[in-house]
């Protein structure tokens, strides 16, 4: 995935997740070793107000709609809630008006937990609010095969170019031998 070819192949997915399992597991090393200081009051509100606001309400909203269409307002309320900016912002917030404590690893748990255990991240408008598989983005998976070296693949444009068929992705050409 880059700046251009904004999707993930199952490996890259993957990779993406075990990296978040890696700071969930962080996070509740840190959680266990601190379990006698956290105030699980707190460490259960941070840890719900996240679904509670941000998830909850759409999926009330995308069950109860025929056409499981929702508006985006819930979208919005879903990454909101479940940014990692809005959880740093909020950890700062509750540090400095209430107090720094260890009860705020409720929030990369919830978040780290949601992106590695169940492969969640931020919802695009253009998806169902609950996930189901897009059907423009079956049909990209079916066509897209890497079957060279990236390395070896070239563009029309430089030299010595293969005659090759060409798969236009959100605009830009992929080149497949």
């Known amino acids: 995935m880059d700046a251009k070819n904004r999707f993930e192949t199952k490996v890259t997915f993957a990779l993406s997740r075990l990296e978040w399992l890696g700071f969930l597991a962080v996070s509740l090393v840190l959680a266990v070793q601190h379990r ?53 912002l909020l950890a700062g917030a509750w540090a400095l008006f209430v107090r720094p404590e260890w009860a705020l690893l409720a929030l990369p748990i919830h978040l780290m937990g949601d992106r590695a255990l169940f492969g969640n991240s931020l919802k695009p408008f253009g998806v169902a609010f609950e996930p189901e598989t897009n059907p423009a983005f079956r049909l990209f998976e079916q066509e897209y095969r890497p079957t060279v070296d ?5 563009t029309p444009r430089e030299p010595g170019a293969r005659g090759a068929a060409r798969n236009s992705v959100e605009g830009t050409d992929a080149v497949r031998t």
Request: without cysteine; glycine residues 8%; proline residues 7%.
């Open 36 to 88: 006698t200081e956290i105030r699980w009051g707190v460490f259960v509100l941070l840890f719900t107000v996240i679904d509670a606001i941000g998830y909850i309400p759409g999926a009330i909203a995308f069950r109860r709609r025929p056409d499981r269409r929702v508006p985006r307002g819930y979208y919005v309320a879903y990454n909101t809630m479940h940014s990692l900016v809005t959880a740093g």
């Open 150 to 154: 990236p390395r070896e693949v070239r």
